[in-house]
């Protein structure tokens, strides 16, 4: 093989790599499938309006998820590999999401006195949820089974709420337990937290 010919392959590998893993609730039921990719997104998901099928496409330096019919979801705006915004359609809602694997806080509404806050303790992520007092009320945990077998997240009374097989330590699962935030919103806050943070 000509120098040539490895040099343009080696450019255009990561662009064609993609990453696929499933999500099932504490049941075993398949919740959402990710497929994942630095410039596209594809998420099937079961949400509380029933299976939905949402995909990615850039435009400039947002990205934007459409589901099945070409509806606009959800808008994703960077600012950076640590920071970005969720927006709904017609601005009607906004989630902020700062920080890395160590420590992460999403915002919901702008409401920046009740974020939900990721922490890695070791081997696991604490997820908190901090109440209009500024006290951090505990949510529950990622954390990586024995043996390395997959993902578990428990909620407060330790009752295992979703898991994979997926090998991939992320505080994007952590955001799985924030009620506030409709399904398909927190699938999709799942696969950029988890963008940033893997790819």
């Known amino acids: 093989m000509s120098k040539f010919l490895a040099v343009c392959l080696l450019m255009w590998a990561p662009m064609a790599i993609a990453w696929t893993w499933t999500l099932e609730d504490g049941q075993g ?3 959402s499938e990710f497929t994942l990719a630095k410039d596209q997104v594809s998420i ?7 299976r939905l099928v949402l995909h990615s496409v ?6 934007q998820y459409f589901d099945g019919n070409g509806k606009l979801v959800a808008e994703i705006k960077s600012d950076g590999t640590e920071k970005f915004k969720l927006r709904t359609p017609n601005q009607a809602g906004e989630i902020k999401v700062k920080g890395d694997l160590e420590k992460l806080k999403i915002i919901v509404n702008n409401n920046e006195d009740r974020p939900l ?18 006290q951090e009320q505990f949510l529950g945990q990622v954390q990586m089974e024995p043996e390395r077998k997959g993902i578990r997240v428990k909620d407060g009374d330790k009752i295992v ?7 991939q330590f992320s505080s994007a699962y952590g955001a799985l337990l924030d009620q506030r935030i409709s399904d398909e919103l927190r699938y999709i806050l799942v696969a950029e937290i988890m963008i940033r943070q893997a790819l």
């Open 29 to 31: 039921n398949v919740r």
């Open 44 to 50: 099937r998901c079961q949400c509380e309006n029933g």
């Open 58 to 63: 850039n435009k400039g330096d947002k990205r």
């Open 117 to 134: 806050k990721i922490k890695r303790k070791n081997e696991k992520l604490k997820v908190y949820e901090v109440d209009g007092f500024g």
């Open 161 to 167: 709420r979703y898991r994979t097989d997926e090998l």
